[in-house]
């Protein structure tokens, strides 16, 4: 499906919000100004959201707009990957989630996954690198990357955590409902082609 006018409203706001980080002249600040305006409009028409919300959403970064970073775990066992059930749509993912400043993508995946799941585990390998713009996920209002992080468990148990409510390992031929937003079945498909080639070369974009 060809989400062009989202793609559109991301390009502006990406350009208004360089423009407002590092323009000095008040004028071409109040055409950056209007340009992150248009592109918050362009979401409401097309969505349906209210401006107050869309504008919290799409229009408070500050600085240069850089794409976002998404940290998801895999985790074997018995040629089965780890997935969790998430609360927001009652569907499934592999543990993960935006990375935290301050931490690294390995201290941020042990993290998710221990919340997530309540394994503890230690990364062993980046198996891809992948821009979320490039694969079949649905519509989003910021550009993310996605770093999927082979790891493996050395201790802890099954236990839900705050953003999840099932913990289960699945076979690559009977996956459960997937939350899209975070993990396509191709994607998911990729990550089990590791398991049968441990030396497979990272993947990215």
């Given at each position: 499906?060809?989400y062009?006018?989202?793609?559109?409203?991301?390009?502006?706001?990406?350009?208004?919000?360089?423009?407002?980080?590092?323009?000095?002249?008040?004028?071409?600040?109040?055409?950056?100004?209007?340009?992150?305006?248009?592109?918050?409009?362009?979401?409401?028409?097309?969505?349906?959201?209210?401006?107050?919300?869309?504008?919290?959403?799409?229009?408070?970064?500050?600085?240069?707009?850089?794409?976002?970073?998404?940290?998801?775990?895999?985790?074997?066992?018995?040629?089965?990957?780890?997935?969790?059930?998430?609360?927001?749509?009652?569907r499934?993912?592999?543990?993960?989630?935006?990375?935290?400043?301050g931490?690294?993508?390995?201290?941020?995946?042990v993290?998710?996954?221990?919340?997530?799941?309540?394994?503890?585990?230690?990364?062993?390998k980046l198996?891809?690198?992948?821009?979320?713009?490039?694969?079949?996920?649905?519509?989003?209002?910021?550009?993310?990357?996605?770093?999927?992080?082979?790891?493996?468990?050395?201790?802890?148990?099954?236990?839900?955590?705050?953003?999840?409510?099932?913990?289960?390992?699945?076979?690559?031929?009977?996956?459960?409902?997937?939350?899209?937003?975070?993990?396509?079945?191709?994607?998911?498909?990729?990550?089990?082609?590791?398991?049968?080639?441990?030396?497979?070369?990272?993947?990215?974009?």
């Amino acid at each position: 499906m060809n989400y062009k006018w989202l793609e559109w409203a991301k390009k502006i706001q990406a350009l208004s919000q360089a423009g407002l980080t590092f323009s000095k002249d008040v004028y071409d600040i109040e055409r950056y100004e209007e340009l992150r305006n248009l592109s918050a409009e362009i979401m409401r028409e097309y969505t349906g959201l209210e401006m107050k919300k869309i504008k919290n959403l799409f229009t408070n970064e500050t600085g240069y707009q850089t794409p976002k970073t998404d940290v998801r775990g895999v985790v074997f066992d018995n040629n089965k990957i780890l997935m969790v059930r998430e609360k927001i749509d009652d569907r499934w993912s592999l543990p993960g989630g935006f990375c935290d400043i301050g931490l690294s993508p390995s201290e941020n995946i042990v993290k998710e996954i221990k919340e997530e799941s309540g394994y503890d585990v230690v990364p062993k390998k980046l198996l891809a690198l992948l821009d979320m713009n490039k694969h079949p996920h649905p519509p989003q209002p910021y550009h993310y990357y996605k770093l999927f992080i082979q790891c493996e468990v050395i201790g802890g148990q099954a236990r839900n955590g705050l953003e999840t409510k099932g913990i289960n390992f699945y076979d690559e031929d009977d996956l459960p409902v997937l939350s899209l937003g975070r993990n396509t079945d191709t994607q998911i498909k990729m990550l089990f082609e590791f398991l049968r080639n441990p030396n497979k070369d990272t993947i990215f974009d």
